[in-house]
């Protein structure tokens, strides 16, 4: 008898270890499931094919410029933040072959493109990370054109996302109204609650496909106790993030202040080295390299990702458009800030904290907006 899938309005509750249960049956349905895991000393996506693949019991402590893993003193699966890694890199990867050419009887013949896209269920996606696929599905999907492998990767996703009870050093999602709880983009999302030593999962089915999954899975309905608890651990965490952004007014704040000393203050840190864009879950930019092999037979053209911080990023005839530090760094911060609002309507932050954890000398975009408001109002900013 096939067990009947709940309402996708209920919430259920599931064991801890039943999250083995929901990786094999995704499995089983002919995904690819791609988690956290720990690796290299930092909690990574992989590829996961079981609970033990999971970060259990391990946490992560994130400031400026500064990114340890620890043990927790518990066995939570999902006690940490962000890693260095975001969802981008499954959706619009790193290198793309656009075409290939071989040389045939003295012409070349472009091959056809085929390439084979899994079939991708990503576990463990936070609130700020839904909203960054959001705004990559808007620049990739929603305009004149889609961008077809951007479009291929996207289309058969699911996705269980993951509300955040912990907050970590740098995160500022609810400044910017994007997390830490929930509330779409996702097939399934999961409360971890660990207390009077229970170890559960709130779940919310939000699609039909989520619904169908779940009914896979032991689980038994949640009570409004279950309920509450999960609410409060998700409403602690915001109240004790570790950044805050004042986004009042900020779009029109930054472009009033164009000029502002405060950018030569910050370039005497600024490496130019990119760290920001490349682990930025929203950043897109991209270069174009064609390519040929030592015997003049084949030639292909590569899409790689690419930085406003690369000086060969806005090179044109005569010379780069933002050839110093103090132009590029500018340039990055208000497109975060400002000009992604009149290009896409949007802001381009998440509030993930990543460009301040990664960022090797820890410039912290929050404390950047910060002086430059403080600037016009006549306030004193230190170092």
């Known amino acids: 008898m096939t067990p009947q899938a709940p309402a996708r309005d209920a919430h259920v509750i599931i064991a801890a270890a039943q999250i083995d249960v929901l990786i094999q049956v995704l499995m089983r349905r002919g995904y690819t499931v791609i988690g956290p895991t720990l690796r290299d000393g930092a909690i990574l996506y992989d590829g996961v094919s079981s609970l033990e693949d999971l970060p259990k019991g391990w946490t992560d402590e994130q400031e400026g410029g500064k990114y340890r893993v620890k043990r927790r003193a518990d066995d939570a ?62 620049i990739f999907l929603q305009g004149s054109f889609a961008d077809p492998t951007y479009k291929s990767r996207r289309e058969d996703i699911f996705v269980v996302a993951v509300d955040c009870v912990y907050a970590g050093g740098t995160c500022f999602c609810d400044s910017m109204g994007t997390g830490p709880k929930t509330s779409t983009g996702y097939d399934l999302s999961l409360t971890e609650v660990l207390q009077d030593s ?35 651990l998700v409403e602690e965490a915001a109240q004790h993030m570790g950044r805050s952004l004042n986004t009042n007014g900020l779009k029109e704040l930054l472009y009033r202040n164009m000029e502002s000393p405060r950018w030569d203050t910050i370039v005497t840190r600024c490496l130019s080295c990119a760290n920001c864009t490349s682990v930025c879950p929203t ?101």
Request: proline fraction near 4%.
């Open 77 to 138: 699966l999902f006690g940490y933040t962000v890693g260095p890694h975001s969802w981008k890199k499954f959706l619009f990867p790193a290198t793309t072959r656009l075409w290939k050419a071989e040389r045939t009887n003295g012409h070349f013949q472009v091959l056809r493109e085929d390439p084979q896209v899994p079939k991708l269920a990503f576990l463990g996606v936070r609130a700020c990370e839904l909203h960054a696929i959001a705004i990559q599905d808007k």
């Open 198 to 232: 229970q170890h559960y999962l709130l779940v919310h089915s939000g699609t039909q496909a989520g619904a169908e999954i779940l009914a896979d899975i032991p689980a038994q309905p949640a009570g409004k106790k279950e309920i509450a608890a999960a609410k409060a």
């Open 283 to 383: 950043c897109f930019c991209s270069t174009v390299e064609d390519v040929t092999d030592l015997t003049g037979q084949q030639a292909e053209r590569v899409r790689k990702w690419d930085s406003c911080f690369a000086t060969d990023f806005s090179y044109i005839h005569g010379g780069s458009v933002r050839a110093t530090p103090r132009s590029k760094f500018r340039q990055w911060m208000m497109h975060k800030l400002a000009y992604w609002f009149d290009q896409f309507g949007t802001s381009g932050c998440v509030g993930c904290g990543r460009c301040i954890t990664w960022c090797p000398v820890g410039i912290d975009i929050t404390e950047e907006a910060r002086a430059i408001r403080d600037s016009e109002n006549n306030v004193s900013v230190s170092m």
